[in-house]
């Protein structure tokens, strides 16, 4: 089982359960969630305020700054939330600035908060940086918290060297994401697996031809496609290679938003990749892993009762389950991809999980309320 430090008052958060009631029922599960998710909402409305009114985020000496709008009426569950990323890369600060005030009119959701944050550096690989992922998940939980976001409706675009983050980063938090849109940016080393289940479409001039970013886009495409294919149902995209462009689109490409603002995000899908990328994750979806190394590959299915986990390099990992997930008041069976039962038997609800959940993740729908820790060989 993952142990973390719990804040103070998530900690408090466990007086709402009589101190004997171990296991939890699924009502008191979800009592539990609501009530710790209102208190640490109303920590963070505490702690960040003056952050948030200043629109930044910082991590240690890093800031990145941002500006938003809004769109459209709030509907019920909240705003969508768009984050842009803006192109330059590897260039002095005030091009890399022109190109995130050029990010910020770029684009017009029909409903939505659309938000343009100033990468933190101005380095070429300036969204796909370790930073950018904590920094990323701190953006959303604000926005949650201030602005009543929904969760299930956060999209990630990006334009250029954007688009290269794009790359990276749609796939390296793929639960996070409800879709994503790639614009004129090149893959570099980025995988496909993670986006099993994440909407995502990927568009590019013909004519771009720096870094063969049209032949790269072209190619994506195809590798998609078969993916597609190869897994009826899941790798859901779209690809499109503008002729008669380069590397502007005359904004052909603002299409994305509504293609993936009909989108929710699968917060507790049935199938799972999980890839690690050189910037790791110890939690994605319902699988944490304390111990991730670049590389890592782990693929995981759940029908009905039963959830069968394949891996050629990770031994361990911790199933991070829910009634989204599996009935949990029935006994759950673990597998491995021999058939070999790993675990039989109950998973109880704990509060111990769902607090620990919400100290990882200000994000009530994605909560685990009981954890299993499995070898998987």
């Given at each position: 089982m993952i142990h973390r430090l719990l804040s103070p008052v998530l900690a408090a958060c466990v007086l709402a359960v009589p101190a004997a009631a171990e296991s939890l029922n699924q009502a008191a599960a979800e009592q539990l969630i609501a009530n710790a998710a209102d208190?640490?909402?109303?920590?963070?409305?505490?702690?960040?305020?003056?952050?948030?009114?200043?629109?930044?985020?910082?991590?240690?000496?890093?800031?990145?700054?941002?500006?938003?709008?809004?769109?459209?009426?709030?509907?019920?569950?909240?705003?969508?939330?768009?984050?842009?990323?803006?192109?330059?890369?590897?260039?002095?600060?005030?091009?890399?600035?022109?190109?995130?005030?050029?990010?910020?009119?770029?684009?017009?959701?029909?409903?939505g908060i659309y938000v343009a944050p100033r990468a933190p550096t101005n380095t070429w690989d300036l969204w796909h940086q370790s930073h950018i992922d904590p920094m990323f998940d701190q953006l959303i939980e604000d926005f949650v918290a201030f602005k009543g976001v929904n969760p299930e409706r956060v999209y990630i675009l990006g334009y250029s060297a954007g688009g290269d983050g794009l790359y990276q980063l749609a796939p390296r938090m793929a639960d996070r994401w409800a879709g994503a849109a790639m614009m004129a940016g090149?893959?570099?080393?980025?995988?496909?697996?993670?986006?099993?289940?994440?909407?995502?479409?990927?568009?590019?001039?013909?004519?771009?031809?720096?870094?063969?970013?049209?032949?790269?886009?072209?190619?994506?495409?195809?590798?998609?496609?078969?993916?597609?294919?190869?897994?009826?149902?899941?790798?859901?995209?779209?690809?499109?290679?503008?002729?008669?462009?380069?590397?502007?689109?005359?904004?052909?490409?603002?299409?994305?938003?509504?293609?993936?603002?009909?989108?929710?995000?699968?917060?507790?899908?049935?199938?799972?990749?999980?890839?690690?990328?050189?910037?790791?994750?110890?939690?994605f979806a319902w699988l944490a892993n304390e111990t991730p190394e670049p590389g890592d590959l782990v693929k995981a299915k759940v029908e009905g009762q039963t959830i069968t986990l394949e891996s050629e390099n990770v031994d361990k990992v911790t199933l991070r389950l829910s009634d989204a997930l599996v009935d949990l008041d029935q006994d759950v069976v673990v597998k491995n991809g021999a058939g070999e039962v790993l675990f039989k038997g109950a998973v109880e609800r704990t509060k111990d999980a769902i607090l620990e959940s919400l100290n990882e993740r200000m994000d009530p729908t994605s909560v685990a309320t009981a954890l299993l820790e499995v070898e998987i060989k």
């Open positions: 208190a640490q909402m109303a920590k963070v409305k505490a702690e960040r305020k003056a952050e948030f009114d200043a629109k930044r985020v910082t991590l240690g000496d890093l800031v990145m700054r941002y500006e938003y709008k809004t769109f459209g009426e709030e509907p019920a569950g909240g705003h969508s939330l768009y984050i842009s990323l803006h192109g330059g890369g590897g260039a002095p600060a005030p091009v890399n600035d022109r190109q995130w005030q050029n990010q910020i009119d770029l684009y017009q959701p029909e409903e090149h893959p570099g080393d980025a995988k496909p697996d993670n986006l099993l289940n994440l909407p995502f479409i990927i568009q590019c001039g013909g004519k771009d031809v720096a870094y063969e970013r049209h032949l790269r886009t072209a190619e994506w495409g195809e590798m998609l496609d078969k993916l597609e294919q190869e897994n009826p149902g899941f790798f859901p995209h779209e690809c499109i290679v503008y002729p008669d462009f380069g590397h502007w689109m005359n904004l052909e490409c603002k299409r994305a938003l509504p293609w993936m603002a009909e989108n929710s995000r699968k917060t507790w899908p049935k199938r799972l990749n999980w890839y690690q990328d050189n910037v790791t994750h110890t939690r």
